[in-house]
Protein backbone atom coordinates (compact mmCIF):
# COMPACT_ATOMS: atom_id res chain seq x y z
CA UNK A 1 0.00 0.00 0.00
CA UNK A 2 1.39 3.47 -1.04
CA UNK A 3 1.13 5.85 1.38
CA UNK A 4 2.93 8.81 0.15
CA UNK A 5 6.17 10.10 0.52
CA UNK A 6 8.28 9.13 3.80
CA UNK A 7 9.49 12.59 4.39
CA UNK A 8 6.62 14.45 4.51
CA UNK A 9 4.43 11.39 6.48
CA UNK A 10 7.90 11.94 8.75
CA UNK A 11 6.49 15.67 8.50
CA UNK A 12 2.97 14.98 9.89
CA UNK A 13 4.01 12.24 13.02
CA UNK A 14 6.97 14.89 13.82
CA UNK A 15 4.11 17.38 14.00
CA UNK A 16 1.95 15.59 16.23
CA UNK A 17 4.47 14.32 18.60
CA UNK A 18 5.90 11.03 17.73
CA UNK A 19 8.55 10.21 20.24
CA UNK A 20 11.13 8.52 17.24
CA UNK A 21 11.07 7.55 13.75
CA UNK A 22 11.89 4.20 12.33
CA UNK A 23 12.45 4.34 8.64
CA UNK A 24 13.12 1.08 6.85
CA UNK A 25 13.37 0.14 3.48
CA UNK A 26 11.86 -3.26 3.85
CA UNK A 27 12.89 -4.43 0.39
CA UNK A 28 16.65 -3.80 0.85
CA UNK A 29 18.26 -6.73 1.62
CA UNK A 30 16.08 -8.41 -0.41
CA UNK A 31 16.85 -6.73 -3.60
CA UNK A 32 20.83 -6.62 -2.17
CA UNK A 33 21.25 -2.76 -2.11
CA UNK A 34 21.47 -0.16 0.94
CA UNK A 35 18.33 1.69 1.67
CA UNK A 36 18.73 5.20 -0.32
CA UNK A 37 20.28 7.06 2.24
CA UNK A 38 19.19 10.69 0.74
CA UNK A 39 15.66 9.75 2.36
CA UNK A 40 17.38 9.72 6.10
CA UNK A 41 18.86 13.21 5.16
CA UNK A 42 15.77 14.79 3.63
CA UNK A 43 13.98 13.34 6.90
CA UNK A 44 16.76 14.79 8.91
CA UNK A 45 16.14 17.96 7.59
CA UNK A 46 12.74 18.46 7.96
CA UNK A 47 11.71 16.59 11.08
CA UNK A 48 12.81 17.51 14.91
CA UNK A 49 13.19 14.45 16.08
CA UNK A 50 15.22 11.24 16.38
CA UNK A 51 15.45 8.93 13.33
CA UNK A 52 16.04 5.11 13.51
CA UNK A 53 17.05 4.08 9.52
CA UNK A 54 17.46 0.64 7.87
CA UNK A 55 16.92 -1.09 4.79
CA UNK A 56 19.54 -3.96 3.76
CA UNK A 57 22.38 -2.80 6.23
CA UNK A 58 24.96 -5.29 5.73
CA UNK A 59 28.19 -4.39 7.36
CA UNK A 60 30.13 -1.28 8.84
CA UNK A 61 30.37 0.64 5.96
CA UNK A 62 26.55 0.47 5.03
CA UNK A 63 25.87 2.11 8.74
CA UNK A 64 28.64 4.57 8.59
CA UNK A 65 26.85 5.78 5.29
CA UNK A 66 23.50 5.90 7.08
CA UNK A 67 25.25 8.06 10.28
CA UNK A 68 26.65 9.95 7.94
CA UNK A 69 23.52 11.17 6.24
CA UNK A 70 22.34 12.07 9.98
CA UNK A 71 20.65 8.69 11.29
CA UNK A 72 20.63 8.57 14.84
CA UNK A 73 20.34 5.11 15.00
CA UNK A 74 20.64 2.13 13.00
CA UNK A 75 18.53 -0.58 11.92
CA UNK A 76 19.82 -4.32 11.49
CA UNK A 77 17.32 -7.37 10.35
CA UNK A 78 18.02 -9.89 8.05
CA UNK A 79 21.80 -9.58 8.15
CA UNK A 80 22.18 -9.44 11.90
CA UNK A 81 20.35 -12.71 11.94
CA UNK A 82 22.45 -14.14 9.25
CA UNK A 83 25.86 -13.07 10.77
CA UNK A 84 26.34 -13.62 13.62
CA UNK A 85 29.67 -11.25 13.70
CA UNK A 86 27.58 -8.41 12.49
CA UNK A 87 25.96 -6.47 16.01
CA UNK A 88 28.72 -6.96 17.30
CA UNK A 89 31.14 -4.97 14.92
CA UNK A 90 28.20 -2.26 14.59
CA UNK A 91 28.08 -2.30 18.62
CA UNK A 92 31.80 -1.65 18.84
CA UNK A 93 32.21 0.96 15.99
CA UNK A 94 29.34 3.26 16.97
CA UNK A 95 28.07 2.24 20.59
CA UNK A 96 25.04 0.24 21.59
CA UNK A 97 22.66 2.97 22.04
CA UNK A 98 22.25 3.54 18.36
CA UNK A 99 21.98 -0.21 16.96
CA UNK A 100 18.83 -1.22 16.89
CA UNK A 101 17.92 -4.55 16.03
CA UNK A 102 14.80 -6.12 13.75
CA UNK A 103 13.63 -9.76 14.49
CA UNK A 104 10.41 -10.78 12.59
CA UNK A 105 8.42 -13.96 13.91
CA UNK A 106 5.60 -15.74 13.13
CA UNK A 107 3.48 -18.34 15.18
CA UNK A 108 4.33 -22.18 14.59
CA UNK A 109 1.10 -24.35 14.85
CA UNK A 110 2.54 -25.67 18.35
CA UNK A 111 2.35 -22.15 19.10
CA UNK A 112 6.23 -21.27 19.28
CA UNK A 113 7.62 -18.25 17.18
CA UNK A 114 9.58 -18.87 13.58
CA UNK A 115 12.35 -16.26 12.79
CA UNK A 116 12.08 -14.88 9.06
CA UNK A 117 14.55 -12.90 7.19
CA UNK A 118 14.19 -11.16 3.74
CA UNK A 119 11.31 -8.94 4.53
CA UNK A 120 9.50 -12.57 5.92
CA UNK A 121 10.32 -14.47 2.55
CA UNK A 122 12.86 -16.94 4.32
CA UNK A 123 12.50 -19.30 7.69
CA UNK A 124 15.78 -19.24 9.68
CA UNK A 125 16.72 -22.26 12.04
CA UNK A 126 18.02 -20.55 15.02
CA UNK A 127 14.95 -20.25 17.67
CA UNK A 128 14.07 -16.83 18.62
CA UNK A 129 15.04 -17.63 22.77
CA UNK A 130 18.54 -18.23 21.39
CA UNK A 131 18.55 -15.49 19.14
CA UNK A 132 17.11 -12.79 21.14
CA UNK A 133 19.86 -13.45 23.49
CA UNK A 134 22.51 -13.65 21.37
CA UNK A 135 21.92 -10.15 19.74
CA UNK A 136 21.36 -8.53 22.75
CA UNK A 137 24.92 -10.40 24.13
CA UNK A 138 26.46 -9.09 21.48
CA UNK A 139 25.16 -5.45 21.28
CA UNK A 140 21.60 -4.73 20.26
CA UNK A 141 20.67 -1.21 22.51
CA UNK A 142 17.17 -1.94 21.17
CA UNK A 143 15.05 -4.92 20.15
CA UNK A 144 12.15 -4.34 18.07
CA UNK A 145 10.57 -7.68 17.49
CA UNK A 146 7.17 -7.78 14.58
CA UNK A 147 4.91 -10.20 14.51
CA UNK A 148 4.25 -10.62 10.74
CA UNK A 149 0.74 -12.60 11.37
CA UNK A 150 -0.44 -9.31 13.19
CA UNK A 151 1.69 -6.75 10.98
CA UNK A 152 -1.48 -4.53 8.98
CA UNK A 153 -4.13 -6.93 10.01
CA UNK A 154 -5.55 -3.90 12.72
CA UNK A 155 -6.14 -6.68 14.64
CA UNK A 156 -4.08 -5.52 18.12
CA UNK A 157 -0.53 -6.58 19.34
CA UNK A 158 -0.05 -10.36 19.88
CA UNK A 159 0.70 -9.65 23.45
CA UNK A 160 1.51 -13.70 24.36
CA UNK A 161 4.29 -12.76 22.17
CA UNK A 162 6.06 -10.18 24.46
CA UNK A 163 4.86 -11.24 27.82
CA UNK A 164 7.16 -14.72 26.85
CA UNK A 165 10.18 -12.78 25.14
CA UNK A 166 10.45 -9.65 27.92
CA UNK A 167 12.49 -11.58 30.05
CA UNK A 168 15.17 -12.46 27.26
CA UNK A 169 15.35 -8.89 26.38
CA UNK A 170 17.63 -6.60 28.91
CA UNK A 171 17.48 -4.10 26.53
CA UNK A 172 14.68 -1.89 25.62
CA UNK A 173 11.84 -3.93 23.84
CA UNK A 174 9.83 -2.41 21.37
CA UNK A 175 6.51 -4.30 20.05
CA UNK A 176 5.22 -3.81 16.48
CA UNK A 177 2.28 -4.86 14.16
CA UNK A 178 -0.68 -5.24 14.92
CA UNK A 179 -2.12 -1.70 16.30
CA UNK A 180 -5.19 -0.32 15.17
CA UNK A 181 -6.88 1.03 17.89
CA UNK A 182 -6.41 2.64 21.34
CA UNK A 183 -7.15 -0.24 23.44
CA UNK A 184 -4.64 -2.31 21.93
CA UNK A 185 -1.85 0.10 23.17
CA UNK A 186 -3.47 -0.23 26.88
CA UNK A 187 -3.83 -3.66 26.38
CA UNK A 188 -0.13 -3.98 25.49
CA UNK A 189 1.54 -1.60 28.29
CA UNK A 190 -0.79 -3.31 31.04
CA UNK A 191 -0.09 -6.63 29.72
CA UNK A 192 3.49 -6.73 28.87
CA UNK A 193 6.38 -4.74 30.49
CA UNK A 194 7.18 -3.33 26.39
CA UNK A 195 9.15 0.05 27.02
CA UNK A 196 7.34 1.28 23.33
CA UNK A 197 5.43 0.30 20.52
CA UNK A 198 4.98 1.25 16.75
CA UNK A 199 2.42 2.51 15.39
CA UNK A 200 2.02 2.02 11.15
CA UNK A 201 -0.71 1.45 9.15
CA UNK A 202 -2.92 3.13 12.12
CA UNK A 203 -1.76 6.26 11.50
CA UNK A 204 -1.20 5.98 7.40
CA UNK A 205 -5.26 5.54 7.57
CA UNK A 206 -6.04 9.07 8.96
CA UNK A 207 -8.78 7.77 11.49
CA UNK A 208 -6.28 8.47 14.22
CA UNK A 209 -3.35 10.50 15.30
CA UNK A 210 -0.29 10.85 17.72
CA UNK A 211 -1.90 13.72 19.47
CA UNK A 212 -5.58 11.64 20.70
CA UNK A 213 -3.47 8.16 20.97
CA UNK A 214 -1.38 10.30 23.87
CA UNK A 215 -4.18 11.88 25.14
CA UNK A 216 -5.89 8.46 25.83
CA UNK A 217 -3.05 6.25 27.17
CA UNK A 218 -2.52 8.80 29.65
CA UNK A 219 -6.15 9.11 30.48
CA UNK A 220 -5.98 5.11 30.98
CA UNK A 221 -2.41 5.70 33.37
CA UNK A 222 -0.06 4.62 30.56
CA UNK A 223 3.08 6.93 30.55
CA UNK A 224 3.67 8.90 28.12
CA UNK A 225 6.35 11.71 26.88
CA UNK A 226 4.03 15.28 27.04
CA UNK A 227 4.93 16.66 23.47
CA UNK B 1 21.69 38.59 12.74
CA UNK B 2 23.91 36.24 10.25
CA UNK B 3 24.49 32.67 11.96
CA UNK B 4 26.95 30.70 11.40
CA UNK B 5 27.23 26.83 12.17
CA UNK B 6 30.64 25.19 12.46
CA UNK B 7 30.47 22.31 9.75
CA UNK B 8 33.17 19.23 8.28
CA UNK B 9 33.71 18.29 12.07
CA UNK B 10 31.21 17.03 14.49
CA UNK B 11 29.01 14.98 12.47
CA UNK B 12 25.96 15.87 10.18
CA UNK B 13 24.68 18.94 11.49
CA UNK B 14 21.91 18.75 8.61
CA UNK B 15 19.45 19.20 11.19
CA UNK B 16 20.36 21.98 13.10
CA UNK B 17 21.01 24.12 9.53
CA UNK B 18 17.24 23.54 8.83
CA UNK B 19 15.96 23.76 12.44
CA UNK B 20 17.23 27.52 12.21
CA UNK B 21 16.00 27.82 8.60
CA UNK B 22 12.69 27.03 9.63
CA UNK B 23 12.17 30.68 11.10
CA UNK B 24 14.17 32.48 8.13
CA UNK B 25 17.48 33.20 9.91
CA UNK B 26 20.08 33.97 8.26
CA UNK B 27 22.24 30.91 8.47
CA UNK B 28 25.38 29.72 7.19
CA UNK B 29 27.79 26.66 7.03
CA UNK B 30 31.02 27.47 8.29
CA UNK B 31 34.17 24.99 7.10
CA UNK B 32 36.85 28.02 6.86
CA UNK B 33 37.97 31.00 9.41
CA UNK B 34 37.46 33.31 6.52
CA UNK B 35 33.86 32.37 7.02
CA UNK B 36 33.90 33.14 10.84
CA UNK B 37 34.39 36.76 10.53
CA UNK B 38 31.21 37.51 8.65
CA UNK B 39 28.84 36.04 11.11
CA UNK B 40 27.41 37.48 14.38
CA UNK B 41 26.72 34.02 16.22
CA UNK B 42 28.70 30.94 16.32
CA UNK B 43 27.39 27.28 16.67
CA UNK B 44 29.33 24.29 17.56
CA UNK B 45 26.77 21.75 17.36
CA UNK B 46 27.14 17.29 16.87
CA UNK B 47 27.70 14.30 18.55
CA UNK B 48 31.06 11.85 18.61
CA UNK B 49 34.28 12.21 19.87
CA UNK B 50 35.88 14.56 21.85
CA UNK B 51 39.61 13.75 20.74
CA UNK B 52 38.20 13.40 17.00
CA UNK B 53 36.49 16.98 16.85
CA UNK B 54 39.64 18.99 18.40
CA UNK B 55 42.18 17.39 15.90
CA UNK B 56 38.97 18.16 13.28
CA UNK B 57 38.93 21.73 14.24
CA UNK B 58 42.86 22.04 14.37
CA UNK B 59 43.27 20.33 11.12
CA UNK B 60 40.62 22.62 9.60
CA UNK B 61 42.60 25.97 11.17
CA UNK B 62 39.42 26.58 12.88
CA UNK B 63 40.57 25.74 16.43
CA UNK B 64 42.77 29.62 17.08
CA UNK B 65 40.00 31.90 14.89
CA UNK B 66 37.33 30.42 17.03
CA UNK B 67 38.99 31.35 20.44
CA UNK B 68 40.00 34.97 18.75
CA UNK B 69 36.33 35.44 17.77
CA UNK B 70 34.96 34.24 20.76
CA UNK B 71 37.23 35.29 23.43
CA UNK B 72 38.52 37.87 21.37
CA UNK B 73 35.53 39.48 20.08
CA UNK B 74 33.23 38.22 22.14
CA UNK B 75 30.70 36.80 19.83
CA UNK B 76 27.83 34.77 20.84
CA UNK B 77 28.58 31.15 20.80
CA UNK B 78 26.11 28.84 21.36
CA UNK B 79 27.25 25.11 21.92
CA UNK B 80 25.36 22.05 21.30
CA UNK B 81 26.23 18.46 22.62
CA UNK B 82 29.36 17.95 22.19
CA UNK B 83 29.68 21.33 21.18
CA UNK B 84 29.40 22.28 24.67
CA UNK B 85 31.78 19.76 25.74
CA UNK B 86 34.28 21.59 23.87
CA UNK B 87 33.45 24.77 25.83
CA UNK B 88 35.80 22.58 28.90
CA UNK B 89 39.17 23.14 29.84
CA UNK B 90 40.01 19.16 29.22
CA UNK B 91 38.07 16.20 28.59
CA UNK B 92 38.74 12.88 29.79
CA UNK B 93 37.23 10.89 26.56
CA UNK B 94 39.81 8.48 25.49
CA UNK B 95 42.81 9.94 27.32
CA UNK B 96 43.22 13.35 28.19
CA UNK B 97 42.41 16.33 25.17
CA UNK B 98 42.51 19.86 26.69
CA UNK B 99 39.52 22.20 24.85
CA UNK B 100 38.86 25.10 24.71
CA UNK B 101 38.68 26.61 28.27
CA UNK B 102 35.79 28.95 27.49
CA UNK B 103 34.40 27.54 30.79
CA UNK B 104 36.08 26.02 33.22
CA UNK B 105 35.81 22.66 34.03
CA UNK B 106 36.11 18.91 32.77
CA UNK B 107 34.28 16.61 31.31
CA UNK B 108 33.79 12.80 32.47
CA UNK B 109 32.39 9.97 32.35
CA UNK B 110 28.61 9.75 33.50
CA UNK B 111 28.82 6.95 36.22
CA UNK B 112 26.72 5.80 38.67
CA UNK B 113 25.33 2.24 39.94
CA UNK B 114 24.41 0.10 37.12
CA UNK B 115 24.15 2.82 35.21
CA UNK B 116 22.90 2.19 31.42
CA UNK B 117 25.28 4.34 29.08
CA UNK B 118 25.09 6.63 26.78
CA UNK B 119 22.42 8.99 28.41
CA UNK B 120 19.97 8.11 25.34
CA UNK B 121 16.31 9.45 24.54
CA UNK B 122 14.21 11.93 25.75
CA UNK B 123 14.66 13.09 29.35
CA UNK B 124 13.53 16.09 31.13
CA UNK B 125 15.62 19.59 31.45
CA UNK B 126 14.87 21.88 34.33
CA UNK B 127 16.40 25.91 33.97
CA UNK B 128 16.70 27.70 37.03
CA UNK B 129 14.12 30.18 34.91
CA UNK B 130 17.05 31.32 32.54
CA UNK B 131 15.69 32.95 29.90
CA UNK B 132 16.70 30.45 27.21
CA UNK B 133 13.76 28.16 29.07
CA UNK B 134 11.48 30.34 28.61
CA UNK B 135 8.27 29.44 27.73
CA UNK B 136 8.61 25.62 27.63
CA UNK B 137 5.15 23.55 26.90
CA UNK B 138 7.14 20.62 28.68
CA UNK B 139 10.80 20.11 29.68
CA UNK B 140 11.35 17.20 27.76
CA UNK B 141 14.74 17.17 25.08
CA UNK B 142 16.66 14.82 23.39
CA UNK B 143 19.75 13.28 24.91
CA UNK B 144 22.56 11.30 23.53
CA UNK B 145 25.67 10.87 24.97
CA UNK B 146 28.10 9.62 27.70
CA UNK B 147 29.98 11.92 28.90
CA UNK B 148 29.12 15.23 30.92
CA UNK B 149 30.40 18.42 31.48
CA UNK B 150 31.69 19.14 35.33
CA UNK B 151 31.90 22.68 35.49
CA UNK B 152 34.17 24.60 38.25
CA UNK B 153 32.03 27.18 39.38
CA UNK B 154 28.17 26.29 40.05
CA UNK B 155 26.92 30.09 38.79
CA UNK B 156 27.20 29.28 35.02
CA UNK B 157 24.93 26.21 35.60
CA UNK B 158 21.42 27.39 33.58
CA UNK B 159 19.96 24.24 34.04
CA UNK B 160 20.00 20.71 34.92
CA UNK B 161 19.13 17.08 34.43
CA UNK B 162 18.63 13.70 36.72
CA UNK B 163 19.53 10.62 34.81
CA UNK B 164 19.05 7.16 36.66
CA UNK B 165 19.85 9.30 39.85
CA UNK B 166 22.71 11.36 38.78
CA UNK B 167 22.70 15.11 38.35
CA UNK B 168 24.22 15.93 34.85
CA UNK B 169 24.52 19.71 33.81
CA UNK B 170 22.36 20.18 31.06
CA UNK B 171 22.65 23.95 30.24
CA UNK B 172 25.47 26.15 31.15
CA UNK B 173 25.93 30.00 30.53
CA UNK B 174 28.86 32.76 30.84
CA UNK B 175 28.72 36.09 29.23
CA UNK B 176 28.87 35.44 25.25
CA UNK B 177 29.02 31.48 26.16
CA UNK B 178 25.82 29.53 25.88
CA UNK B 179 26.24 25.69 25.75
CA UNK B 180 22.88 22.77 26.16
CA UNK B 181 23.53 18.86 26.57
CA UNK B 182 20.39 17.87 25.04
CA UNK B 183 19.69 18.44 20.95
CA UNK B 184 17.00 21.32 20.35
CA UNK B 185 17.25 20.11 16.91
CA UNK B 186 16.08 16.62 18.08
CA UNK B 187 13.75 18.10 20.43
CA UNK B 188 10.52 18.88 18.23
CA UNK B 189 8.70 22.56 19.99
CA UNK B 190 10.90 22.96 23.05
CA UNK B 191 13.72 22.61 20.93
CA UNK B 192 12.25 24.95 18.33
CA UNK B 193 11.41 27.16 21.52
CA UNK B 194 15.13 26.94 22.72
CA UNK B 195 16.93 27.95 19.85
CA UNK B 196 14.60 30.52 19.16
CA UNK B 197 14.83 31.82 22.76
CA UNK B 198 19.39 31.96 22.56
CA UNK B 199 19.01 33.76 19.26
CA UNK B 200 17.37 36.37 21.72
CA UNK B 201 19.98 35.91 24.45
CA UNK B 202 22.63 35.82 22.19
CA UNK B 203 21.05 39.33 20.63
CA UNK B 204 20.86 40.94 24.00
Known sequence: MDVGDPVSQGMIYDAQGADEIIVVDIEASRDQRLVDTRIINKMITKCRLPIAAGGGIRNVEDACRCFSEGADKIVVNTHAILNQKLIGSLAKEFGNQSVVVSVDVKKKPDGTYGVYVFSGMQYVEEDLTTLLRRVVDSGAGEVVVTCI?????????????????????????????????????????????CDACTVGKMLFLRDYDIVRIKAYLKGEHVIVRDA | MKIGIVNNSLGNVGSVYSALQF????????????????????????????????????????????????????????????????????????GRTEGFGWIHGEVKKIEGDALRLPHMGWNEARGNGHPLFADMKTDFFYFMHSYHFVPVEQSVVVGMTCYEGVDIVSAVHQGNVVGVQFHPEKSQGNGLRLLRNYLKVAAS
Open chain 1, 149 to 193: DREGTLQGFDVDLYRTIRNLVSVPLIASGGAGCYDHMVDLFRETD
Open chain 2, 23 to 94: YHYDVHLVSKAAELKTVDVIILAGVGNFPTAVRKLKRYRLWEPLNEHVLGRRKPVLGICLGMQLFADVSLEG
